[in-house]
């Protein structure tokens, strides 16, 4: 059978150590790590090691409420790890017009500088 284009991403070839990464935190569900290309003096993506169907968060179920309430603590111990008192920024890209590039599940961190809004 075919497999669907979205099954995999490079972010499994990082939770599986296959392509090396920078990692900030991690535990037996979510894992964060900085970002190859970053916008602030601090960005990090934080993202669930099972990826069960999350592609997205439009493709959220209840099942991931557990898993998506982790995921943004986690923003909150790494934001402090960082150091950023100042405040910071959660981003969630979804789909093409939210600017998606990668389909499994990622919240940004952004920190470091004054963000902006709107965002454009
Ligand atoms: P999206 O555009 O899907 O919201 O975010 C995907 C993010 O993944 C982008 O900010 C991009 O820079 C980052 N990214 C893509 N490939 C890699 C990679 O191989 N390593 C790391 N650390 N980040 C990546």
């Known amino acids: 059978a075919a497999v669907p284009s979205h099954s995999h991403t490079i972010f ?19 894992l964060a790590f900085r970002d190859i ?12 090691k099972v990826k069960d169907g999350l592609i997205g968060l439009s493709k ?5 409420c557990e898993i998506l309430g982790r ?3 986690t923003a909150k111990l790494v934001a402090k790890q960082e150091g950023l008192e100042q405040g910071f ?6 789909g093409p017009n939210g600017g998606q590039s990668v389909y499994h599940l990622h919240i940004h961190l952004l920190g470091g500088r004054q963000m902006n809004w709107p965002p454009g």
């Open 71 to 73: 995921l943004l603590y």
């Open 12 to 30: 499994d070839k990082i939770i599986n150590k296959e392509i090396p990464s920078n990692v900030v935190y991690e535990d037996d569900e979510v």
């Open 89 to 94: 920024r959660i981003v969630i890209n979804d």
């Open 60 to 64: 959220a179920e209840e099942r991931h």
């Open 37 to 48: 290309d970053p916008q602030a003096p601090t960005h990090i993506l934080i993202i669930p």
